[in-house]
């Protein structure tokens, strides 16, 4: 059995490798950990410097800390080979500037929905869904 240093330690060094393999660190990506009945889900949500939005890059649900960042470490490593990219334009309530967003998801549903996680659906207008060409 593992003790709780070691789960500590193993779980901040497999964040460090998803914030590395992202190219993304300190504020501007969130690890959000829930109890969900006997699982635990971990929410990776990303934080654009440049309008201050938040959105989510993926969702993964397992039985521990360690097992979710290990699938979402996974993830991460093959997202791109495995999802279709879009690219969102929309306007966020109460602003007059027009902002362009990319995702990694299955479709555009699952592309809007990382686009209004957490918030309210009438905050955002959006103007444009489109997905990219495979380069």
Do not use: C
């Amino acid at each position: 059995m593992e003790s709780t240093t070691d789960v500590h330690v193993e779980s901040a060094r497999i964040q460090k490798q998803i914030e590395h393999h992202l190219g993304i660190s300190g504020n501007s990506l969130l690890f959000e950990f829930r109890q969900l009945d006997n699982k635990t889900r971990l929410d990776l949500i990303t934080v654009n410097p440049r309008h201050h939005q938040s959105f989510l890059l993926h969702s993964e649900v397992g039985y521990d800390k360690l097992e979710v960042l290990r699938k979402m470490l996974s993830y991460v490593q093959s997202y791109r080979d495995q999802e279709s990219s879009f690219t969102v334009q929309w306007i966020a309530r109460d602003d007059k500037e027009l902002n362009t967003s990319y995702f990694r998801a299955r479709n555009m549903y699952e592309a809007l929905d990382k686009l209004y996680y957490g918030r309210d659906m009438n905050t955002i207008t959006v103007f444009s869904i489109v997905l990219n060409p495979v380069s």
